[in-house]
């Protein structure tokens, strides 16, 4: 096992991109589900009796399949991260998907950015810079 730690590549620039590039997708693609989950026959949908009409509408909405589309897609370059480095190092960068979040929300969403939110948002950054240090 030792052995198979010792040839593991570097990190470099591309696997920083590949970190980011998962976060990134993970973050549109809670932006691009909150606007299928908000659509109108969606929630029209959910709030009748019926679970079918509800599971059809949500399945069918292209919004939620594009951001499943994405999720996915994050999950596959995130498997490509796994494969190259220490998932102790990789996953504090997912924190930053809430500040990516946070942000698309309030450019694209037009979503509120209280103090709280901020400062909040701002200590889980300061937690990633600080993991990424060591």
Do not use: H
Not at 92 to 120: H, Q, Y
């Amino acid at each position: 096992m030792a052995k198979l730690m010792k040839d593991k590549p570097k990190m470099n620039q591309y696997l920083i991109l590949l970190i980011l590039c998962s976060v990134l997708l993970s973050s549109i693609a809670q932006i691009v589900l909150k606007t299928g989950m908000s659509n109108a026959s969606v929630l029209q949908a959910m709030q009748s009796q019926s679970a079918m009409q509800a599971f059809t509408a949500i399945a069918t909405n292209v919004y939620v399949l594009g951001g499943l589309t994405l999720y996915f897609a994050s999950a596959a370059v995130w498997l490509l991260v796994l494969a190259r480095v220490d998932v102790s190092f990789a996953y504090p960068f997912v924190g930053l998907g809430f500040v990516v979040t946070m942000l698309l929300a309030f450019f694209i969403n037009g979503e509120v950015l209280s103090t709280t939110k901020i400062v909040g948002t701002l200590c889980i950054a300061l937690g990633v810079a600080i993991m990424a240090q060591g």
